[in-house]
């Protein structure tokens, strides 16, 4: 089987270039310092101007290769379908990211219990309540990884028919300042890029997709990127460029401008539809829907 890696600026791309294989893959493992498990609504994206939908929709981007490959299996079920062919995805995270992302909906969890919405009983413990809606509802099983245990997944991928990885390049070490979204990671928190390289040698998944790496890194033959990209060849890969910005600046701008609109404008609001007493309604859904709606269409007009 041939050997294809499929660079892009943005994970927010690698949904649509997996939208167009022939083949579906039988197991997907992503790669990521971040969870992109935001469930996004298409008629809020559709107010904001197209680079800044592409922005948006990166904190959605695992939720959408789990939906173009086989959907939600929350989905499939409402509709009275089988989620026994679904590929089985693997989100591969550090333990200190999975912790601050279920603090942070701990807190709107948090906010909807002191409003009398959610019923104190009802609120299990965060971590194990969250992981549960990934696998149940979204699809998507949670590998906390120590580097150390990244080599544990090569059985996973070896006896796949055809595997897909997914590396958003945050999730290195190395590449921390070659990246759009570096974190602030304790010691040993990052795999290092010979513990990811480890595995695609003992593995070969026959396509790779990597996101995120910024445009000077691409260029620069001397970057910590373009020495991974020498050793994928390496190992057998054809490296296609398939949706690369111009420059650095060009790929930032909608970054800052969808940045300040979820600070100034989601956010806020979100923190509001918790905060109702109601929230579990259908009619308070379709309220605060409609506010955010109207309030994006006001930002971006």
Same mark, same amino acid.
């Given at each position: 089987?041939?050997?294809? #890696?499929i660079?892009?600026?943005?994970?927010?791309?690698?949904?649509?270039?997996?939208?167009?294989l022939?083949?579906? /893959? !039988?197991?997907?493992?992503?790669? !990521?310092?971040?969870?992109?498990?935001y469930?996004?609504?298409?008629?809020?994206? !559709?107010?904001? $101007?197209?680079?800044?939908?592409?922005?948006?929709? %990166? #904190?959605?981007?695992? @939720?959408?290769?789990? %939906?173009v490959?086989?959907?939600?299996?929350?989905?499939?079920?409402a509709?009275?379908?089988?989620?026994?062919?679904?590929?089985?995805?693997?989100?591969?995270?550090?333990? *200190?990211s999975?912790n601050?992302?279920?603090?942070?909906?701990?807190?709107?969890?948090?906010?909807?219990?002191?409003?009398?919405?959610?019923?104190?009983?009802?609120?299990?413990?965060p971590?194990? #309540?969250?992981?549960?809606?990934l696998?149940?509802?979204?699809?998507?099983?949670v590998?906390?990884?120590?580097?150390?245990?990244?080599?544990?997944?090569?059985?996973?991928?070896?006896? +796949?028919?055809?595997?897909?990885?997914?590396?958003?390049?945050?999730?290195?070490? =190395?590449l921390? @300042?070659?990246?759009? @979204?570096?974190?602030?990671?304790q010691? *040993?928190?990052?795999?290092?890029?010979?513990?990811?390289?480890?595995?695609?040698?003992?593995?070969? /998944? /026959?396509?790779?997709?990597?996101?995120?790496?910024?445009?000077?890194? &691409?260029? !620069?033959?001397?970057?910590?990127?373009?020495?991974?990209?020498?050793?994928?060849?390496?190992?057998?890969?054809?490296?296609?460029?398939?949706?690369?910005?111009?420059?650095?600046?060009?790929?930032? %701008? $909608?970054?800052?401008?969808?940045?300040d609109? =979820?600070?100034?404008?989601?956010? /806020?609001? &979100?923190?509001?539809?918790? +905060?109702?007493?109601?929230?579990?309604?259908?009619?308070?859904?379709?309220?605060?829907?409609?506010?955010?709606?109207?309030?994006?269409?006001?930002y971006? *007009?």
């Amino acid at each position: 089987m041939k050997l294809h #890696a499929i660079i892009h600026s943005f994970h927010s791309q690698v949904y649509q270039t997996l939208a167009k294989l022939d083949d579906e /893959p !039988d197991v997907i493992v992503a790669l !990521d310092s971040h969870l992109d498990v935001y469930m996004g609504v298409k008629d809020v994206l !559709d107010l904001m $101007p197209e680079d800044v939908q592409l922005a948006a929709i %990166r #904190a959605s981007a695992h @939720t959408m290769i789990r %939906r173009v490959l086989g959907d939600l299996p929350g989905f499939l079920k409402a509709k009275g379908l089988s989620i026994d062919q679904l590929p089985e995805m693997l989100l591969v995270v550090p333990q *200190g990211s999975l912790n601050r992302y279920v603090f942070d909906q701990a807190q709107l969890l948090q906010e909807a219990i002191l409003s009398g919405a959610v019923p104190t009983q009802e609120f299990r413990e965060p971590t194990e #309540a969250f992981l549960h809606y990934l696998s149940e509802v979204l699809g998507i099983k949670v590998y906390t990884s120590p580097p150390k245990n990244l080599l544990k997944l090569a059985n996973m991928l070896k006896v +796949a028919e055809y595997a897909l990885l997914d590396l958003d390049v945050d999730y290195l070490h =190395e590449l921390q @300042t070659e990246c759009y @979204t570096p974190i602030k990671a304790q010691p *040993g928190e990052l795999s290092w890029m010979e513990r990811v390289l480890g595995l695609i040698r003992k593995t070969k /998944p /026959p396509l790779i997709t990597i996101s995120e790496a910024k445009v000077v890194a &691409i260029r !620069d033959p001397r970057s910590n990127f373009s020495k991974l990209m020498a050793k994928l060849s390496a190992l057998g890969y054809k490296i296609k460029y398939a949706k690369i910005f111009a420059s650095d600046e060009e790929a930032e %701008r $909608p970054l800052k401008v969808y940045k300040d609109f =979820e600070e100034q404008i989601q956010k /806020p609001l &979100i923190k509001k539809q918790f +905060a109702d007493s109601d929230l579990l309604s259908s009619e308070a859904f379709e309220r605060h829907h409609k506010e955010l709606r109207e309030a994006t269409k006001r930002y971006f *007009g």
